[in-house]
């Protein structure tokens, strides 16, 4: 860690999305912020490696995978996140978006791992009363480190772009980094099948994030453009939400806020971010409630 | 005792009660906490931490039902005067646990204002008193400007003086005549809500003119306090 970036060493020497490649491809640079830090990320013509130049004027590795463009302010200790389904050819794989939202990354993450909250949030699409129920589902910690919550199950009445009548949808969350998850739900027309939704939340303060999705869906009837326009009506009923709470930073300490028994996925993650000593974004234990 | 443990045993204007009408939910701040403030079908006003305790999210947003308060996120219930959680939509079979309850602020009606109160003990009864037989409350104004500087300029450049023993966040105007009162809410170190009130019933029919004089004024004094505050 470079003296003085306060930052700890799990966020600041890790890979962290800051663009999508094809905005950066149209507008040759992009300006902007990474863990309270200025960068400009630049795209020479004779290179597809994005050069970053950071406004202490060093420079910051970078890499370009699943459409984005990765950057990695300290001594990258570990490689970017690995998707296999990103292989497959008969799924679209789509950067179905960038959001600014005024709130700690942590609780955009923790947000996306929320179930309760689509039958009100997201009613008519993701969730809708009287369904509200969160039955029973298990939470365990991934061997790499991580949470992923199985055997969650929930009722949809328009979960995707091409469901016509809604179903239980079965889903998997896994926290694979403090501000990376992805989500795998049965698609609606093959369900021995999932299609996956990954968020690259790049912290650029500790109450502001981006939130990048990315989509890798089975391509059904389905167009690309179906597909991002599903995703942005959704996450725009999730932003007004999340710069609605308060206080923005996500306090780690059990007592600051009430769980509930549908909420041991999300406590199961503070207590990670606790554990890992995850401060960016949170606030701490110590820092009282 | 700083002036900020002071402040937060005292009681302040935070609305005219005719602004906080059924089925609806008000936000408001007061030494920089947020309240949300809401009236049931009964009337009985409520004022709560502007936090939903599940999490965090403001109550200001949610939906006043006339007898509970819904949370917009994951849409808890919590009842009116008692703050208690009593339905939580994921566990519909369960009665929410007796711990679950909002954080509630003294809130009495007085003088045609909401008044609250932020500390543990808020006894009604320390409302400030006015001498007032009558009275029409006025738009309130908000001030970009702190509290204490609002109040040391309406003293010192608007011809205000205190109108209680209790401090400089209530005052009147000096000399003889009808005199205005103003009651300052201090919303944080930044802000500050001039409320307004002239001792008596206007009569329909003037109203609206006089309304338009007060207001008038007190935006006149609000431009100057905000010109020294810059
Ligand atoms: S935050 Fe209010 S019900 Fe969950
Ligand atoms: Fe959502």
Redesign the pocket.
């Known amino acids: 860690m470079p003296e003085g970036s306060g930052v700890e060493s799990a966020l600041w020497d890790d890979w962290h999305v800051v663009a999508e490649i094809a905005e950066l491809t149209r507008l040759g640079r992009i300006a902007t912020q990474l863990l309270g830090f200025s960068l400009v990320v630049e795209l020479d013509n004779r290179s597809v490696i994005p050069s970053v130049d950071l406004e202490s004027g060093g420079v910051a590795p970078a890499k370009v995978k699943y459409g984005y463009v990765w950057v990695c302010l300290g001594t990258p200790n570990r490689d970017i996140v690995d998707f296999p389904e990103c292989a497959d050819r008969d799924r679209w794989i789509v950067n179905a978006g960038s959001f600014g939202v005024a709130v700690s990354g942590l609780r955009a993450v923790e947000n996306f791992l929320d179930m309760s909250h689509l039958a009100f949030v997201h009613a008519g699409y993701l969730g809708e009363e009287p369904h509200t129920e969160v039955p029973k589902y298990k939470v365990a910690t991934l061997p790499d480190g991580g949470i992923v919550a199985t055997d969650c199950k929930f009722y949809q009445p328009l979960a995707s772009p091409v469901a016509t009548e809604g179903f239980d949808v079965d889903y998997v969350y896994r926290i694979v980094r403090p501000y990376t998850i992805m989500l795998h739900k049965a698609n609606p027309i093959d369900p021995s099948r999932s299609d996956m939704i990954a968020l690259f939340v790049q912290p650029v303060s500790e109450e502001r994030c981006v939130v990048h999705m990315l989509l890798a869906y089975l391509k059904d009837e389905l167009t690309e453009a179906a597909v991002r326009q599903f995703a942005q009506m959704i996450f725009n009923q999730d932003k007004p939400i999340l710069e609605n709470q308060l206080p923005k930073r996500l306090p780690l300490n059990p007592r600051a806020e009430v769980p509930i028994r549908a909420d041991a996925a999300s406590a199961a993650y503070r207590r990670w971010l606790h554990e890992g000593d995850i401060r960016y974004g949170a606030i701490p234990h110590d820092l009282g409630v | 005792m700083s002036d900020a443990e002071e402040a937060i045993r005292l009681w302040f204007p935070v609305s005219r009660c005719e602004e906080i009408v059924p089925r609806n939910v008000v936000q408001t701040e007061l030494l920089g906490q947020e309240a949300a403030l809401w009236r049931d079908d009964l009337g009985f006003v409520n004022a709560w931490e502007n936090r939903?305790p599940?999490?965090?999210?403001r109550l200001s947003i949610g939906l006043n039902t006339g007898s509970e308060l819904r949370?917009q996120?994951?849409?808890?219930w919590y009842a009116s005067i008692t703050g208690q959680c009593t339905y939580i939509p994921a566990h519909p079979g369960q009665k929410p646990p007796n711990v679950i309850k909002t954080k509630r602020y003294g809130c009495a009606e007085q003088y045609g204002f909401i008044w609250i109160n932020l500390g543990d003990q808020p006894d009604a009864a320390a409302v400030p008193v006015l001498q007032l037989d009558s009275y029409t409350t006025m738009r309130s104004v908000f001030t970009q400007a702190p509290v204490d500087l609002v109040a040391q300029s309406l003293i010192e450049a608007h011809n205000f003086e205190p109108a209680t023993s209790a401090g400089n966040y209530i005052l009147e105007t000096t000399g003889p005549g009808e005199k205005s009162v103003l009651l300052l809410q201090p919303m944080n170190a930044e802000q500050t809500v001039i409320h307004g009130l002239i001792p008596s019933l206007v009569r329909d029919a003037d109203r609206l003119s006089v309304l338009r004089q007060f207001n008038g004024r007190v935006s006149e004094m609000r431009d100057a306090i905000e010109r020294a505050a810059a």
Request: aromatic residues 20%; contains cysteine.
């Open positions: 939903c599940h999490r965090g999210v949370c996120y994951h849409g808890w």
